[in-house]
């Protein structure tokens, strides 16, 4: 009898368990989870690191030390206290902390962890910044959004698995789906785990990001602001979405696009702001990123306005590369808007791309400004800097290299365009599934006239 007993509670147990696998439990505990470095000031000199604990969690630490080769003595650690916000979203109630290292030296590799006594997190290293001049290279993601535990977990992990000493790992906005969703944000941070704990984020802002209040004014992701500690250099108006940071001889620029193809008062206030920020930038390298595309790879998606006001900046102070997200398809293009036939080789202005990281597709615009497009692919993108050269990759969810190039700037020479795209794998631009439910003949006949002919 007892016997039959234990098996019927081993049975219920299993039950149980099985019953709740389709609705993971993201909620806080004492121990912290969503562990993310970011930086708020300068990354070869200061650390930011975010985590969360149960809102019963009143105080936390973190200990830091120059990472040894022997094992961490504590007596050499140093303690800080963090700094504590609570937060209830979705129903979930939790408190986030937050502390940045200040005093580092560059190119110098620490250890830290969080927490406190008997709950501490394992230990984690990061790397400063090097002083200007040094190579370095790092990720970039489009969109992540939707299915972020089941499929883009892969995508982050394979970028890391390709390169495991990235600087840096740019997010261009669009992160998660549902606004104020607590259980997305716990699907992304599950998605990159100890890779958010070891890299820092750089982070924009997408639609999905934001919601309405009744009265129309936009409101930006609760989650936002407690998880990322980042720069407080831009716009009153649009701290740590608006903002710059340096990391040896790239200037790395973060818009709000959402604010600006929405509000015309804050695209002036940005427009302003990103001259002032790119007439004082002493970089030799320009990087900006946003979410809307400048110019859309998706299908019926245009810009117009938000295009008009801010290209000439970009061709004015010679911007080299704009990275961007929200169409769900890829396209790489320059020397715009005179279209891939008829661009000028001596144009000096950037290299735009739009890329998708998550599972969510589009299809291919049939306005074919791109030299290189993928419709149904999730990617991710490497970039490197060294001197004179950057070099950028665009990676499939397997690794197979799809689009490359190569930017050179020398002393008293023109930006020189190096397209290694015929080094990759055949372009993918097929319709994504349903297409022929969604689109007509006629439409139909446009897009294969468009991409077909070219392959």
Same mark, same amino acid.
């Given at each position: 009898?007892?016997?039959?007993?234990?098996?019927?509670?081993? $049975?219920?147990?299993?039950?149980?368990?099985? #019953?709740?696998?389709?609705?993971?439990?993201?909620?806080?505990?004492?121990?912290?989870?969503?562990?993310?470095?970011?930086?708020?000031?300068?990354?070869?000199?200061?650390?930011? $690191?975010?985590?969360?604990?149960?809102?019963? $969690?009143?105080?936390?630490?973190?200990?830091?030390?120059?990472?040894?080769?022997?094992?961490?003595?504590?007596?050499?650690?140093?303690?800080?206290?963090?700094?504590?916000?609570?937060?209830?979203?979705?129903?979930?109630?939790? =408190?986030?902390?937050?502390?940045?290292?200040?005093?580092?030296?560059?190119?110098?590799?620490?250890?830290?962890?969080?927490?406190?006594?008997?709950?501490?997190?394992?230990?984690? !290293?990061?790397?400063?910044?090097?002083?200007?001049?040094?190579?370095?290279?790092?990720? %970039?993601?489009?969109?992540? *959004? =939707?299915?972020?535990?089941?499929?883009?977990?892969?995508?982050?992990? *394979?970028?890391?698995?390709?390169?495991?000493?990235?600087? /840096?790992?740019?997010?261009?906005?669009?992160?998660?789906?549902?606004?104020?969703?607590?259980?997305?944000?716990?699907?992304?941070?599950?998605?990159?785990?100890?890779?958010?704990? #070891?890299?820092?984020?750089?982070?924009?802002?997408?639609?999905?990001?934001?919601?309405?209040?009744?009265?129309?004014?936009?409101?930006?992701?609760?989650?936002?602001?407690?998880? /990322?500690? +980042?720069?407080? =250099?831009?716009?009153?108006?649009?701290?740590?979405?608006?903002?710059?940071?340096? %990391?040896?001889?790239?200037?790395?620029?973060?818009?709000?696009?959402?604010?600006?193809? +929405?509000?015309?008062?804050?695209?002036?206030?940005?427009?302003?702001?990103?001259?002032?920020? +790119?007439?004082?930038?002493?970089?030799?390298?320009?990087?900006?990123?946003?979410?809307?595309?400048?110019?859309?790879?998706?299908?019926?998606?245009?810009?117009?306005?938000?295009?008009?006001?801010?290209?000439?900046?970009?061709?004015? %102070?010679?911007?080299?590369?704009? +990275?961007?997200?929200?169409?769900?398809? %890829?396209?790489?293009?320059?020397?715009?808007?005179?279209?891939?036939?008829?661009?000028?080789?001596?144009? !000096?202005?950037?290299?735009?791309?739009?890329?998708?990281?998550?599972?969510? @597709?589009? =299809?291919?615009?049939?306005?074919?400004?791109?030299?290189?497009?993928?419709?149904?692919?999730?990617?991710? !993108?490497?970039?490197?800097?060294?001197?004179?050269?950057?070099?950028?990759?665009?990676?499939?969810?397997?690794?197979?290299?799809?689009?490359?190039?190569?930017?050179?700037?020398?002393?008293?020479?023109?930006?020189?365009?190096?397209?290694?795209?015929?080094?990759?794998?055949?372009?993918?631009?097929?319709?994504?599934?349903?297409?022929?439910?969604?689109?007509?003949?006629?439409? @139909?006949?446009?897009? #294969?006239?468009?991409?077909?002919? !070219?392959?």
């Amino acid at each position: 009898m007892i016997y039959i007993n234990k098996i019927s509670i081993a $049975v219920f147990f299993i039950f149980s368990l099985t #019953m709740n696998l389709s609705a993971q439990d993201f909620h806080p505990s004492e121990f912290p989870d969503r562990i993310i470095l970011t930086w708020s000031d300068d990354p070869m000199t200061t650390q930011s $690191v975010t985590w969360r604990t149960s809102s019963e $969690v009143k105080g936390s630490k973190a200990q830091f030390i120059l990472a040894p080769n022997t094992p961490i003595y504590l007596d050499s650690v140093e303690t800080f206290d963090a700094t504590t916000q609570f937060l209830e979203v979705d129903s979930v109630q939790a =408190n986030y902390h937050s502390v940045t290292f200040r005093g580092l030296k560059p190119a110098t590799t620490y250890a830290y962890r969080v927490g406190n006594e008997g709950t501490w997190s394992e230990w984690f !290293q990061f790397i400063t910044a090097p002083e200007k001049g040094a190579p370095f290279s790092f990720i %970039y993601f489009g969109d992540a *959004q =939707n299915n972020l535990k089941s499929q883009w977990s892969r995508i982050i992990r *394979q970028a890391y698995s390709n390169l495991p000493k990235a600087a /840096f790992m740019l997010h261009a906005g669009d992160l998660i789906n549902s606004t104020q969703s607590d259980s997305e944000w716990g699907e992304w941070n599950h998605s990159g785990g100890f890779i958010n704990s #070891m890299i820092p984020s750089v982070s924009t802002p997408g639609n999905h990001e934001y919601d309405r209040k009744e009265d129309g004014t936009l409101v930006l992701d609760y989650h936002w602001k407690k998880q /990322f500690t +980042l720069p407080k =250099n831009g716009p009153e108006e649009f701290e740590e979405t608006v903002y710059y940071l340096d %990391y040896s001889d790239l200037r790395m620029i973060s818009l709000n696009s959402q604010e600006i193809v +929405l509000d015309e008062k804050s695209m002036e206030i940005q427009r302003v702001w990103l001259e002032k920020v +790119l007439a004082e930038n002493t970089q030799k390298w320009t990087v900006i990123t946003f979410h809307h595309p400048i110019y859309s790879s998706g299908t019926g998606r245009d810009n117009k306005e938000f295009r008009e006001a801010f290209k000439p900046i970009f061709d004015k %102070y010679k911007v080299d590369l704009v +990275l961007q997200g929200h169409d769900h398809s %890829y396209g790489r293009g320059r020397n715009l808007p005179s279209g891939v036939a008829n661009q000028d080789p001596a144009a !000096q202005g950037p290299v735009y791309v739009v890329s998708v990281s998550g599972p969510k @597709m589009y =299809n291919l615009t049939f306005d074919k400004w791109m030299d290189r497009a993928a419709s149904n692919t999730q990617l991710y !993108q490497l970039i490197s800097i060294e001197g004179d050269r950057l070099s950028y990759g665009a990676y499939t969810a397997t690794g197979d290299l799809y689009d490359a190039f190569d930017l050179i700037k020398s002393e008293g020479k023109q930006k020189e365009f190096i397209d290694k795209a015929n080094k990759a794998i055949q372009e993918a631009i097929e319709l994504t599934p349903g297409s022929e439910k969604k689109m007509t003949p006629e439409e @139909m006949a446009e897009y #294969m006239k468009t991409y077909k002919k !070219q392959n």
